[in-house]
């Protein structure tokens, strides 16, 4: 069963870094950048919550009026993937985006995430470039992916 998506709370700050350093453990966010995106007016978070247990999250960067937005970040927890909360959250994010009126939505994905590219890719999101050595101390590429939100695109 996919978890219940909300609004992302500062209550739920604990709960998301957890998740965030179990999932990304030489390149998590710090825990000031993270409440900074939940309190910040250009971006939207969102919890997943399953019986009560936060089991995922995310944000997109979408200023009210701007044409692009960004995914910054989404996560679920291991023991809960695969339940389509991944998908859940990226809908909300997208969504979101839409109503602060973005047309083009952009994210960048490690080029080792296999799952997560292709999250990405069955939504319509399409490869357009390629950031070499992008996630530290890694040294990863990031892919750069790209929707059209608007009618006729990918959306």
Do not use: K
Not at 132 to 153: C, E, F, K, S
């Amino acid at each position: 069963m996919t978890a219940a998506v909300r609004p992302a709370r500062p209550g739920d700050l604990a709960a998301i870094m957890t998740i965030e350093r179990a999932s990304f453990p030489t390149d998590a966010w710090s825990e000031r950048a993270m409440r900074e995106t939940l309190d910040g007016p250009d971006a939207v978070a969102l919890a997943a919550e399953d019986d009560g247990r936060l089991v995922g999250y995310g944000a997109v960067l979408a200023p009210r009026g701007a044409a692009d937005a960004d995914v910054l970040t989404l996560a679920v927890a291991q023991a809960d993937r695969g339940a389509g909360t991944g998908r859940a959250l990226l809908e909300g994010l997208l969504e979101a985006a839409g109503e602060r009126g973005a047309r083009t939505v952009f994210l960048e994905v490690r080029a080792d995430n296999a799952v997560a590219q292709r999250l990405y890719t069955t939504r319509g999101f399409v490869g357009v470039g390629r950031r070499p050595h992008y996630y530290q101390p890694d040294d990863v590429d990031a892919v750069v992916m790209r929707l059209d939100l608007t009618p006729g695109g990918a959306a």
